[in-house]
């Protein structure tokens, strides 16, 4: 039972209550049976029933009956019962014996039964006394829960101040270069296009294909500029763009190609990209040139191990991935189904 561990207000809750019920059994006691004796009956029976309390919730109630081993729990709590009326008994009678000098009968077994019954009203009692704990400890989870969510939308709103401040100042720029160079003014449209699938598109689940082929030409056209003689791009497309699929899916072909299948001395580079809805599914290739020096980085990256992994997070074993390297040309192909 843990329901109160690393909790201190729910430490200090159950310390004001025995403060509580040991102020309460001795000031009951006081004016009949003096102080000494007060005293030592108040400490005896708390003791017991703190014993009995936190036997039940902390051992007995957690590893057996929430296991469902109920005919154990029963035999369990009936002996911890009787065991804890026995000691309370012996307790009460030896030390009355020697503080008080109170002589009493000799002690048997039946004498020491007889404080048994008293032990069930409190494992009864401890039952609800774990029901308040737990009561306490998941309003206390809830507060902290609501608190948390604050402050995760207070750190939200401060997140998405930064990323449109920097789109309108793109905004300004692009307005203004547009008036001297055009074609640059293009390519800051882009980035700030790309930049902004980063923030509002790629957390969610999913997409609409459109977006996510808006995306990809947006950052082929901003790698294209990186190359000196340009590179020449085929895409075919055939798809509803209202389809949607998980966001930065098809990207790592793509990447790939830019970071490993350019070669910026050649004054050809020809990739083909292929995109075609077809009977429920999403057929998507890739095909360039291998540059010989670098073909090993293209083949066994993170990007297509990683890349495995979430299609079987995200499909099970309902996808293909397939990559052919032989040859000239570095192929890669992927069939998923369609949401």
Known sequence: MRIWK????????????????????????????????????????????????????LVLYPVLYQRKKFVWYGLSVAFFLIATGILRGYASITLYQHFLLIKTAPVNLLTLLGYVPGGVLIYILSLVFRVAIAYFTLKQQTEEILLQKSQAELNLLKSQVQPHFLFNTLNNIYYKVYKVDPLSAGLIERLSDIMRYFVDESPKDVVPLATEVAFIENYMALEKIRIRHGASVSFEKAYNPETRIPPMLLMTFVENIFKHGIDKSRKQNQITISLIQKDGYLLFKTSNRKIASIVSNQTSGFGIANLTQRLKMLYGSNFELAIDKEGESYNAFLKIPLL
């Open 6 to 57: 690393h909790r201190p207000g729910i430490v200090q809750l159950q310390a004001l209550i025995w403060i509580a019920v040991l102020l309460l059994i001795f000031f009951s006691l006081l004016p009949m049976d003096g102080f000494l004796k007060s005293v030592i009956y108040t400490i005896v029976n708390s003791a017991s029933y703190a014993i009995i309390i936190y036997g039940n919730i």
